[in-house]
């Protein structure tokens, strides 16, 4: 399960960086895949199931929230 969890924990944070890069109206999965283009569409759904898989194992993976 580790390596799920830092999977998971990798497509969040390349999410986050891309939510970071939108604000500054730069999108670097539809510059780099094409916008709205298949391969686009799958890094979207990855990231976003990572960050439900995420939010509901946190709290057991986590050794701060454990302790």
């Known amino acids: ?4 969890h830092m999977i998971a924990f990798i497509l969040v944070v390349i999410g986050a960086l ?3 890069l939108v604000a500054f ?12 283009s298949g391969i686009s569409m799958i890094i979207y759904i990855l990231v ?3 960050a439900l898989y995420l939010l509901f194992t946190h709290k ?8």
């Open 60 to 67: 057991k993976d986590c050794k701060t929230c454990m302790a």
């Open 25 to 36: 109206n730069y999108n670097l999965v539809d510059a780099i895949f094409g916008a709205g």
């Open 48 to 50: 976003g199931l990572s």
């Open 1 to 4: 399960m580790k390596g799920l």
């Open 18 to 20: 891309n939510w970071l």
